[in-house]
């Protein structure tokens, strides 16, 4: 009986490492929340963001522009991480760069309606030249998830419309001709 208790002890501990291999459920959900915003054409920024004292953990999902299109590029930083000196744009987040836009009817209601809908752990809302990036923690599933991106998408159609075309195409990174060895 001894016996059989050790054996059965010792296939558990041999056993039990496998279960540290499966993801947990917030890998799952994260996972599942990264595809589904891939598969729309959108882009994951692991690296960490503009800001200096970003919380660990926050991740980029990214809405590329249209090469041919100059949108002006802005941050908006939630007011629990933006200083009380920078300009409020809607209530809970404040300009840390200020777009030329900022005073523009159309762009003020759906950044304000954006940020109705975006998540507690929403960070920071960037326009750069590579698109339009939001900043969080990744705290919904892809179902919570559907709301602000409606909005997110909006915003970005937006934006597009009003930035004007550029005649000179900005080359993808990599893309630039060489030039021969003389």
């Known amino acids: 009986m001894t016996t059989a208790l050790i054996i059965i ?26 595809k589904a915003v891939i598969a729309d054409g959108m ?3 692991l690296k960490r963001p ?10 980029g999902y ?3 522009w249209p090469t041919e299109r100059d949108v002006t590029p802005f941050i908006l930083v939630h ?18 760069e200020e777009s030329r836009l900022a005073d523009d009817a159309d762009v003020s209601a759906a950044i304000l309606q954006l940020t109705r809908t ?3 752990d929403a960070l920071m ?30 915003l970005h159609a937006l934006l597009i419309h009003k930035a004007p075309i550029s005649h000179k195409r900005r080359p ?4 630039e001709p060489k030039m021969p060895d003389a």
């Not at 503009?50 to 991740?59: E, K, R, T």
């Not at 629990?80 to 840390?96: C, F, H, I, N, Q």
């Open 43 to 45: 882009r994951v920024d």
């Open 79 to 96: 007011e629990d991480w933006a200083s009380e000196a920078l300009r409020e744009a809607v209530p809970g987040y404040r300009w840390r």
């Open 9 to 34: 002890f010792i296939m558990l501990a041999m056993l039990s490492p496998l279960t540290w291999l499966r993801p947990s459920k917030r890998e799952t959900r994260t996972a599942s929340v990264r």
């Open 125 to 154: 809302l960037e326009a750069s030249l590579s698109g339009l990036t939001l900043w969080w923690g990744e705290s919904l599933s892809v179902e919570g998830c559907a709301e602000w991106r409606r909005e997110f998408e909006a």
């Open 50 to 59: 503009v800001l200096s004292d970003a919380p660990n953990g926050i991740v």
């Open 62 to 64: 990214r809405r590329p």
């Open 172 to 175: 993808l990174v990599g893309t």
């Open 118 to 120: 975006l998540p507690d």
